[in-house]
């Protein structure tokens, strides 16, 4: 298994990026969500800082869990649904779905969004029927 590793998607014409995150440990689980949040959060912060004055973090979509349609592993993402995203672990592109019916990955979802201080909006509220 490979270490934490993020992927970047600028959007120019808005001056906005999206980011997807693949986990170190696959799958992810009660035992090590919380280590999994911390090193996304620390992951985050850090492009964030990189990218401040180039632009910012997209807030739509907000962040979701896909899955890899070739290794199974999640991916964190907030690119718009059906982008074709590479895998990091095996090299497979999937386009991207939201993982439905998971109260643990959903649990983390409003966990990250409370992290970023995005109010539970309009829009979040309808991507968590979504999940």
Avoid at 56 to 84: A, H
Wanted: glycine share 2%; with cysteine.
């Amino acid at each position: 298994m490979k270490s934490p590793h993020i992927n970047i998607k600028t959007y120019m014409p808005e001056g906005t990026y999206s980011v997807d995150f693949f986990p170190e440990l696959n799958p992810i689980d009660h035992q090590n969500i919380e280590n999994y949040l911390q090193s996304f959060f620390m992951a985050l912060q850090q492009v964030q800082k990189e990218l401040s004055s180039v632009a910012k973090l997209r807030e739509v979509p907000p962040f979701y869990f896909t899955r890899c349609s070739g290794c199974q592993m999640y991916i964190l993402t907030n690119r718009d649904l059906n982008s074709s995203i590479p895998c990091h672990n095996c090299n497979k592109n999937s386009n991207t779905q939201p993982i439905q019916n998971n109260l643990m990955l959903k649990a983390a979802l409003m966990k990250i969004w409370a992290h970023l201080n995005n109010p539970v909006s309009k829009d979040t509220t309808a991507w968590l029927h979504l999940l």
